[in-house]
């Protein structure tokens, strides 16, 4: 029941607020500001490694987490789309333990990838937002998300239950192996508390995403830049957005734009680029300069203080609050979401239903 809105897809971005709520609360004690007990086949405190495996949508999320494991508990993480992952004939060492993100528990590739971990001896787990999923039965412990069912083929209300999941995981991670301090992960935690009430307040952005959109359903090719954990999220606004609206686009890496990408750049090209004002931000606007030189549309989508420090004329800026940088990934998903939604309902394709798209890929 896709109850007052137009599609499923609408729906559940509409939904996850409250999803990734949900979801959070399975994971932390909000009132208490703790974790809840998990009963973990590996500890974290004494793994030298983590090889996470996924396809699509879940891979990106799984890429997100990368840089928060790496970046906040100093634990190294191998990751591989799924249909590499399982040929590639990887060694695996004691000490390693591996981690699959899938929404359905049944893609074929992450199945096997799973089974592959499972024949070296390493532990499995695995976020799945199906309980009973064949990935769900097979792995030593399940990270549930609890998005629900997931209808509209492309991914989003599971996408940001993942983040949510990840950045806990990533949190409690860092907190096991010492490397931050007391202080710190309750900050953590307190952030992660907040994702739902930010993402809530960036679905009144709709209006002003809606403008962008209609510009976006007149053009044959977008690219999406993002550095550090904006650059998967490029690629999954790309993602998004090829998939619904069959626009060409791309994500890259902002600082790759000068090693080939940047020769696409000129008039009629809308390059979104994703950055909060954070770290990296310095980085980025010197690649939207080069891009504002080639005459490129730059759709920015950033906080206040980086719509108010962006020395670079940008042809829309998108506004979101402001968001902690453990969970602005799960913030800035959303407009992303949003953009592609709207472009495609304006150009009338099957928003739920895409062609040639199914919504599990249980065959290779
Ligand atoms: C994108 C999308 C796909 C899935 C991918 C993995 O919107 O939906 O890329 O993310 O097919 O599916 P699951 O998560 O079921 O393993």
Redesign the pocket.
């Known amino acids: 029941d896709k109850g007052n809105h137009r599609h499923f897809m609408e729906k559940e971005i509409h939904e996850q607020p409250e999803v990734i709520s949900h979801t959070l609360a399975h994971y932390l004690d909000f009132a208490g500001g703790t974790w809840r007990p998990l009963d973990m086949p590996f500890d974290f405190a004494k793994l030298d490694r983590l090889t996470i495996s996924?396809?699509?949508?879940?891979?990106l999320a799984g890429l997100i987490g990368k840089y928060w494991f790496e970046r906040l508990a100093r634990l190294p993480v191998d990751i591989d789309i799924a249909s590499e992952f399982r040929y590639r004939e990887i060694p695996l060492a004691k000490g390693a333990a591996a981690l699959f993100?899938?929404?359905?528990?049944?893609?074929a590739d992450?199945l096997a990838s799973l089974r592959y971990c499972r024949n070296a001896g390493i532990p499995i787990a695995s976020i799945v937002n199906v309980g009973g999923s064949t990935m769900a039965r097979e792995s030593d412990l399940v990270f549930p998300t609890l998005a629900g069912p997931e209808i509209g083929?492309?991914?989003t209300k599971?996408f940001t239950c993942q983040l949510a999941v990840i950045a806990s995981l990533a949190a409690r991670a860092a907190a096991a192996r010492g490397t931050i301090t007391r202080e710190e992960e309750k900050t953590l935690i307190r952030q992660l508390c907040e994702a739902p009430r930010l993402v809530s307040e960036t679905l009144k952005l709709q209006h002003r995403i809606e403008k962008v959109a209609r510009e976006l359903a007149h053009v044959r090719h977008v690219l999406y830049l993002g550095r550090d954990t904006n650059y998967p999220l490029a690629m999954e606004g790309a993602?998004?957005l090829k998939?619904i609206s069959y626009i060409h686009a791309e994500g890259y890496a902002a600082g790759e734009l000068k090693h080939g990408p940047i020769a696409l750049i000129d008039e009629t090209m809308p390059v979104i680029v994703i950055a909060p004002h954070g770290r990296m931000f310095e980085k980025t606007v010197s690649n939207m300069q080069e891009v504002a030189a080639r005459g490129g549309k730059i759709i920015l989508i950033t906080d206040g203080k980086g719509a108010e420090q962006a020395s670079v004329k940008a042809f829309e800026t998108i506004v979101l609050p402001d968001a902690p940088d453990l969970i602005a990934p799960i913030v800035y998903a959303l407009p992303l979401q949003m953009l592609a939604y709207f472009t495609a309902v304006f150009m009338g394709t099957d928003v739920d239903q895409p062609r040639n798209l199914a919504?599990?890929?249980t065959v290779e």
């Open positions: 996924a396809c699509g949508t879940a891979y993100v899938s929404q359905s528990g049944e893609t992450t083929v492309a991914s599971a993602l998004k998939e919504k599990s890929v």
